[in-house]
């Protein structure tokens, strides 16, 4: 893998690992009321387990791919078990993330929907009709429903007595008979119009009772169109399945492709750069193939293996950086080696080209170039010979040039 595409794949890894962060945060945020230090604690506790998450993660990379000893295997399979369970967590707090924003917008809908309107229009008019007759809110029905008893014997018996009074007997019978029928009927009147307003208070009551009882009972099932997206009716209908239902599936298999996506490609951006750093290491320290062909291989002795060597005596003549760079090389190509570096040399020398790996590397001889490697080998041995030196670029990067101007080959 490219460098550039090794760094986009852990980059968007690690966007969908933010990503996770910030919804963990969100929903644990959301399980609190109102207290700060229950929320501060809530939001510690989910940004926290998902940072463990991928740091569990690493640690399983860094023990797989950074050493061969059983041990370390067993650390990372451990790592990667701890991770496992961390990621259940922060799948379903994704999850919950989902039904608690879609039911924020299902209740926005709710709240504009004809049904919701009609209901709050039946609480407006409960009100009202309570605050006309809130003058009969404290009427004590029961009393007034005995008292209106009593009075309507009264009025019976009044009646009788005036249908027994003689026909002339105005002064003395009918009149007194009517004045006392007059009087129970006005009390009758004042108790019926206070049982009325009393009775049309209740009723204004219960109007606003019976509409917030409909509402708290409001649900998708019921509302239907009126707050599922049109996405989750459509699904529903095609897969035969309320929308709640499609809801609660499409929300699972989004956040459980996130979480595996962004597992994907954090794991694919590692193990490339761990793979990457390892081909480094063999360049330095081992065996590694040639650009030119798999038969072609140079060796670079470590610093273990040239510490075990015995040191040369005073009196053995030391290796030129001709013969420095035959030893690092192959049988097979030890004389092209020494004649491609002695003509590097020359043209060095010469200023026909620049002593930086990528001219020593162009430069052609019988028409091939050589590969990174063995250019880099030269470049030592030219720095060795006294040719060449190092300076530092304006980027911070190290480059090197020519410090002699001849030299006699």
């Not at 040369?312 to 760079?325: C, R």
């Amino acid at each position: 893998m490219s460098a550039g595409l090794r760094a986009a794949t852990t980059l968007v890894g690690i966007a969908l690992c933010a990503l996770s962060i910030m919804l963990n945060f969100q929903l644990y945020s959301s399980l609190t009321g109102s207290s700060n230090l229950e929320q501060f604690s809530y939001q510690y506790i989910g940004v926290s387990l998902d940072i463990a998450k991928v740091l569990c993660l690493l640690l399983a990379s860094y023990f797989w791919f950074k050493s061969s000893d059983g041990r370390a295997v067993l650390l990372g399979s451990f790592c990667f078990i701890f991770y496992v369970a961390l990621s259940s967590i922060s799948l379903s707090a994704g999850w919950g993330f989902g039904l608690n924003a879609t039911a924020n917008g299902e209740r926005e809908r709710l709240a504009s929907s004809y049904t919701m309107k009609a209901f709050e229009g039946q609480i407006e008019e409960g009100k009202q009709k309570a605050s006309n007759f809130a003058s009969f809110a404290n009427v004590d029905s029961t009393t007034l429903k005995a008292k209106q008893g009593r009075i309507l014997v009264d009025i019976e018996t009044a009646t009788l007595k005036l249908s027994k009074c003689p026909r002339n007997w105005f002064t003395n019978c009918i009149n007194p008979a009517n004045a006392e029928l007059r009087e129970y009927r006005r009390q009758l009147a004042e108790i019926s119009t206070q049982l009325k307003g009393k009775a049309s208070y209740q009723a204004g009551i219960s109007e606003q009772n019976t509409a917030a009882m409909q509402i708290g009972k409001l649900d998708g099932s019921q509302m239907g169109t009126q707050v599922f997206h049109p996405l989750f009716i459509a699904m529903g209908d095609l897969f035969l399945v309320t929308p709640r239902q499609a809801k609660q599936v499409l929300l699972l298999i989004t956040f459980v492709v996130l979480e595996l996506l962004g597992t994907l490609l954090f794991t694919i951006g590692l193990i490339s750069s761990n793979k990457g750093q390892s081909s480094h290491t063999a360049v330095t320290t081992g065996f590694v193939k040639s650009e030119k062909s798999p038969a072609h291989r140079l060796r670079v002795p470590s610093k273990k293996a040239s510490s075990d060597q015995p040191m040369a005596s005073p009196d053995q003549p030391m290796a030129s950086p001709d013969q420095t760079i035959l030893a690092r090389a192959d049988s097979d190509v030890e004389g092209e080696n020494a004649n491609r570096f002695t003509a590097i040399k020359n043209a060095v020398i010469a200023k026909d080209i620049k002593p930086t790996l990528a001219e020593i590397q162009r430069f052609k001889r019988g028409g091939i170039g050589c590969n990174r490697i063995v250019a880099k080998r030269f470049q030592m041995a030219l720095e060795k010979e006294g040719l060449i030196k190092p300076y530092t670029l304006n980027n911070g990067k190290t480059s090197y040039r020519l410090i002699k101007q001849s030299i006699t080959v």
